[in-house]
């Protein structure tokens, strides 16, 4: 194995994917990941298709084609108007050759990225390694793990996810706010489609809004098959296990749905839930992507594609130097990335979960009205589309020199 050129703290979907396009590129990596193989929990499922255009020359979307569930309609409801809003991402056929969401379990993602760089001998994925301390010089990085031995590499890429021990060994700020409340995710076997609710449905309510989409999960014999998962606000008074109880997790489902029978609840999981950016994305030799970068709340699917979308751009930057390129290429990355950050991943997820959670009755009337109008003018619906799709993003930070 070549001595990597590259590190990579992290072996989630920002850092697999940073290691894919550099070995692309010809050039050796190494991924250190702390956990001793690839972590499941049930985090994000949506994929915009941006992020599908940009794995396209990859494989990685066919094999992502082959394994999600193509959402082309998702609906804004009110839990008390039912539907208010349905919009189509058919009307962008003509700007993408995926108009739908994709829903597809981020672990999946994870495998089939591991599969590709299988296919790479000069990339590896090193297990159960943590990422304890960085140096830099004028040469390159060194890395110290917990195990007490050191990696070293002209780049190193923080793809270590929100508490980025990367970002903080750079004495990079992370500039934002946490929610009080935290997020609780319960997965059911309950048809929600049988009920209605589109694919990706977004239910407000000036007191128990939510959230939810439908998952493949896996088939059964082994599996439950498809799944549906649903975001709640919780209080923030309450205790850990009575959010978490499952029959109490049931009693909020059944509350969405009129006629329904018994059902099992498969999970229940608890979320802090953060609206912060990192102050830079580059200090010398190191560069941040994903979470390690800006982390959101998960309303409209958006953090983890946010992060390939840098990853992809880290890698392509950092193969551009390590060929005779500038280095303000370096610097603009952390230009682009952080400008989109806070002017369209923050922005909108905070306005998302305002208009999901309105408890001003006028102000809330009329948001609702907004989004009826906006559904309903083809103009209009074109122009939201483009925004919650990130298509308008991805432009934005393609503008930014
Ligand atoms: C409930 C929920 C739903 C979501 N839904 C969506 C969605 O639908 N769409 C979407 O785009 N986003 C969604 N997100 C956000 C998404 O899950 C994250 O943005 C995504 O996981 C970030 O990927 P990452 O690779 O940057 O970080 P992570 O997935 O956190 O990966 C970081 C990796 O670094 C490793 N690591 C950490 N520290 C070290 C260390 N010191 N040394 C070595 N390794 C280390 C970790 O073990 C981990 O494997 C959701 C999040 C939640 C909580």
Redesign the pocket.
Known sequence: MADPKVLI???????LTVALFLARAGIPVRV????TEP?ED?????IHPPTLEMYAGSGVTDDLLAQGIRAPVWQFRGRAEGVVAEFDLSLLSDVTPFPFRLQCE?HKLCRILLTHLARHPAAEIRWG????GIAQDADGVTVATAAGDTHRAAFLVG?????S?VRKSQEIGFEGFTWPER?L?VTTTEDMGAKGYALSSYVSDPVTWCAMFKVPGKPAPDGLGPLWRI?FPTDPEAEEAALLDRAAARGRVRALIPQHGDFPIVHTNL?AVHQRVATSFRRGRVLLA???AHVNN?LG???????IHDAILAAERIAAVLDGGADDLLDRYDRQRRHVAEAFLQAMTIANKKTLEEKDPAARAARLAELRATAADPAKARAHLLRTSMIEGVRAAAAVM
């Open positions: 703290a992290g072996a989630g979907p920002a850092g250190l990941e702390r956990h972590f049930p985090r994000a499922a949506t981020q390694v943590e990422v304890i793809a270590d996810g929100g508490r021990v997020f995710v975001v979320y994903g979470d390690a998960p699917g958006m953090g983890m594609n946010f992060g």
